[in-house]
């Protein structure tokens, strides 16, 4: 454990090297971090899911549940979903509390697991990069007191006078559009978090993910609360029908109220706990790939824990694109659920209203995946 203990930090001393610009090369990077990585086992298995997981069994359910990781037609550091929220009344209704959430995507996904509160969330997504960018998430919120520190340090500016805990998610993006992102904070904060996480965490990130967390993070830094989905494809340019960081932030349900992770101190502190608990755990994999859903579900089983939601975006259009909804089909069938179950789906709209924008629908786990394994 010493000699580990001194390799990480070998390695985070040649991490700050490169986030200031002194880079060793990718390959004597990647011999450090093999060479401090932990022996590889199975995490260890209680009777029932409990509310804190150890870091060693979070990274190894986060190395051995994925799957190679794969490609997408864009770096999706955001959602393009403005109206995601407008299920979430019939959503609390519907699935139940103290459960386990299976999601995929970026953001969103806080949203989601502050209204439903489970024990437990898997992230599942094709894209090393979500992968790095819920590290840097994971990273913040630990790091982070509150709503106005968090923001601030997510994009890198200087937290503004006249914040309170009472703040509204408008007010605070506001507030934050008047100050100004600096070098300075940028470079602090992007040495923290890999301090964070390679030294209090103790997780052995490989050179290719710090490099990838650099350009993500840098991302959010240079377009700030205005990020949208399509951003790093148009160099910056803003597009029209997507909504930006802060809209989504400052949305709401159809009946005016908000649901955000950033809507209220209490919502922040959930999320704030439910990461520091390692109880986010993101994984890369292909909903219909041979690994990472089939690996949650045998976990889930054992620990006898029960999804209550698994929110899928649209990844079920590109599933059936390729022809992979049987594959899915079968690995989603895998996952403990019962009739309360639901999935959250976000479906094209083809009305002038919407301009072919994603529009958030619910749907019963049981009964979809019989009916689809039946039409296999």
């Known amino acids: 454990m010493k000699i580990r203990r001194v390799l990480v930090q070998f390695v985070y001393l040649a991490v700050t090297l490169s986030v200031v610009g ?18 590889v086992g199975p995490p260890a298995i209680g009777p029932v899911i409990g509310p804190l997981i150890s870091d060693d069994d979070y990274w190894r359910m986060t190395q051995d549940f ?56 898997f992230i599942v997504d094709i894209r090393r990069g979500n992968f790095d ?7 913040l919120f630990e790091m982070s007191a509150d709503r106005a520190e968090f923001v601030s340090k997510l994009f890198s500016r200087p937290r503004p006078e006249g914040l309170t805990t009472k703040s509204s998610a408008e007010d605070l993006f506001r507030a934050f559009a008047n100050v100004d992102a600096t070098d300075t904070l940028y470079s602090r904060n992007m040495r923290s978090i890999v301090n964070h996480l390679t030294k209090t965490h103790q997780f052995m990130l490989s ?56 809507a209220t101190e209490e919502a922040f502190a959930y999320m704030k706990t439910f990461e520091t608990e390692n109880r986010l755990i993101p994984l890369m994999g292909d909903f219909a790939g041979p690994k990472a859903l089939r690996a949650v579900g045998r976990y889930l089983t054992e620990t006898r824990g029960t999804v209550s939601a698994f929110y899928l975006s649209n990844v079920e259009e590109y599933l059936k694109q390729d022809g992979k909804m049987k594959a899915f089909c079968a690995n989603a069938s895998t996952l403990p659920t019962d009739e309360t179950g639901t999935f959250i789906r976000s479906a094209r709209t083809g009305t002038p209203d919407f301009g072919f924008e994603l529009v958030s629908e619910l749907g019963s786990m049981t009964a979809d995946l019989a009916s689809c394994n039946a039409a296999q």
């Open 66 to 121: 994925s799957e190679r990781a794969g490609t997408f037609q864009s770096d999706n550091l955001l959602s393009n979903e403005r109206w995601f929220q407008h299920v979430v009344p019939a959503l609390v209704q519907k699935a139940q509390q103290n459960r386990v959430y299976v999601g995929v995507g970026p953001e969103q996904n806080f949203t989601y697991i502050v209204a439903l509160k489970p024990k437990l969330a």
């Open 207 to 262: 050179s290719a993910d710090i490099l990838r967390m650099q350009h993500i993070y840098n991302a959010i830094y240079v377009y700030g609360p205005n990020l949208q989905y399509s951003t790093t494809q148009n160099a910056g340019r803003r597009v029209t029908r997507e909504p930006t960081y802060a809209d989504l932030m400052a949305a709401t349900d159809q009946g005016g109220f908000e649901h955000s992770f950033l």
């Open 22 to 39: 002194v880079l060793p090369s990718i390959s004597q990077l990647d011999v450090w971090c093999r060479a401090a990585a932990p022996a």
């Open 133 to 139: 960018l819920h590290l840097i998430y994971k990273a």
